[in-house]
């Protein structure tokens, strides 16, 4: 105590008076601006923060939603989910081949994408392109991949956006490709069951030339079949250009007075990546197109990339986990508002990171000029 006691002392007889007080001045006044922008962070920036969690989360559930009521559609078919590869029983993979298989895929990238919180992951995504509620969106989108559609879909009705969609019915790999309970199954029976009241605009067959000249022809047959039982426009246009000119006209027709303010591409339909090799160079999610194909070869993406409207490309699946933090082919699915896209979410808010940086600043000029304000 002693010891303590002269410590006390010497501070005293080190440090006048008046220099304390002017010191306990520059603290009182980088209290101030730190609470100042701490009421800022939780008035502004937090409010966006939290509604889109809100939405990523919404999103999710009905995803999570989805999948369990496709688990009663199967059983209604009286249908047996494949546990060697659904491994999670979601009722979204495929068989390893069939009539209506078109090509290739991986099982692994097939189910990845059964993950609900890639629900949320295009709602993150969806509001960076500046969508707002109401807002018209359009849809490229392939049977390979049928979670991603419903994890759009699920997104859109969390955001009240109008999705306007057209999907091949052809799928590759473990993807949407089971005679028994296709796309088009998979799709009236969410409708059926309320989840979503969101019909395609138009259907085609994929594959090949968007003519499915790599599926049997019994399956282009039995697809062109359900096509016309379904009442939704066929498109059959094995040249790209003038396919590519079709979806366009179709998406403006059904958006009407309203501007398609992004567009969604699902897959690696030939109508929407177009026939150019550049498209592999693309990063999978939200993307900024710089160079283009000539129109000849240029899809979908690119012919609405030239009119300055955001593209979400969800293709190369292995590179869209790793860029935006979901997890490769989980067991079991984690559950919805659980994972790192919540956070990279929150953490990626703009008007926080402005407000940081901001504060720093003045932080760093306050000391800087402390003599004079002393």
């Not at 309320?194 to 019994?218: A, C, H, N, V």
């Amino acid at each position: 105590m002693r010891i303590f006691g002269l410590l006390l002392i010497a501070r005293k007889r080190i440090i006048p008076k008046e220099n304390a007080g002017k010191r306990q001045r520059i603290i009182l006044i980088l209290f101030v601006l730190s609470f100042l922008f701490f009421a800022l962070v939780k008035l502004l920036p937090v409010k966006k923060s939290e509604m889109l969690f809100k939405e990523m989360l919404s999103a999710s559930r009905t995803m999570e939603e989805s999948m369990a009521v496709l688990r009663e559609c199967y059983k209604e078919k009286e249908l047996i989910l494949d546990k060697a590869s659904d491994l999670n029983q979601t009722g979204l993979i495929g068989l390893e081949s069939s009539s209506i298989t078109t090509s290739l895929g991986s099982l692994e990238a097939k189910r990845t994408t059964t993950n609900p919180n890639f629900a949320a992951l295009l709602v993150f995504l969806l509001n960076k392109t500046g969508v707002r509620r109401g807002d018209t969106v359009a849809v490229g989108a392939s049977g390979s991949f049928p979670a991603l559609i419903i994890a759009v879909l699920s997104a859109a009705k969390a955001m009240d956006l109008k999705p306007l969609v057209i999907c091949s019915l052809g799928a590759s790999q473990w993807g949407a490709n089971n005679p028994d309970l296709f796309w088009l199954d998979i799709q009236n029976c969410l409708l059926k069951a309320g989840i979503f009241d969101t019909r395609p605009i138009g259907f085609s067959l994929g594959g090949e030339k968007d003519t499915g000249e790599d599926m049997s022809s019994e399956g282009r047959s039995f697809l062109k079949e359900e096509i016309k039982e379904s009442g939704i426009l066929f498109i059959q246009e094995p040249d790209l250009e003038r396919n590519v000119k079709a979806r366009i006209r179709l998406y403006e027709e059904y958006a009407g007075k309203d501007r398609i303010k992004a567009f969604i591409n699902i897959g690696g339909g030939w109508s929407n990546i177009g026939e150019d090799s550049k498209i592999l160079e693309l990063r999978p999610g939200l993307v900024r197109v710089r160079q283009f194909p000539q129109v000849g070869k240029r899809g979908v993406l690119y012919e609405m990339a030239s009119r300055k409207i955001p593209v979400v490309h969800l293709l190369f699946i292995k590179g869209l986990v790793l860029r935006y933090g979901l997890e490769w082919d989980p067991v079991p699915l984690p559950q919805a508002g659980k994972g790192k896209i919540y956070q990279f979410a929150r953490e990626k808010q703009p008007a926080f990171l402005i407000l940081s940086v901001f504060y720093f600043l003045v932080v760093i000029l306050v000391l800087i000029f402390r003599n004079r304000l002393e």
